[in-house]
């Protein structure tokens, strides 16, 4: 999931974070695993909202969030580092994240995160 936003201060984005936690099963979604910028200062309130634990990778340790250090590679192809990202619509956004979930991913044993997504929440049901 992308979701745009009009600034990075922590309220706008744990206020994101929120709404797009809110549209996915709950069993699904267990915990996040964010950088030490500020943009998670309101973490506390994330977890009261969600249920969902935030946990925090050591400081120059990118490897322990692989699958988004992997994810914002592939973002790149799209959204060039330095660009203005405020120029992209919600539908664009939306547009590139479906590009992504529906490319196979070697880590996934060449299914794609959609199918994988999709079979998880039958499992779930």
């Not at 309130?45 to 634990?53: P, S, W």
């Not at 340790?61 to 120029?87: C, M, V």
């Not at 992209?88 to 994240?97: D, E, F, H, I």
Request: proline residues 5%.
């Amino acid at each position: 999931m992308l979701v745009r936003l009009t600034t990075k201060d922590s309220e706008t984005v744990t206020n994101a974070l929120i709404k797009s936690a809110r549209k996915l099963p709950q069993e699904l979604y267990k915990s996040l695993t964010w950088d030490r910028g500020t943009e998670m200062a309101a973490h506390k309130r994330f977890t009261l909202a969600t249920d969902i634990k935030v946990y925090f990778c050591d400081p120059y340790h990118p490897w322990q969030r692989g699958t988004n250090e992997n994810t914002n590679g592939l973002l790149r192809q799209y959204f060039p580092k330095g660009i203005d990202l405020s120029a992209y619509s919600q539908a664009k956004l939306n547009a590139v994240a479906r590009k992504l979930n529906e490319r196979p991913r070697k880590t996934l044993n060449y299914e794609t995160p959609a199918e994988r997504f999709h079979q998880s929440v039958a499992s779930t049901g």
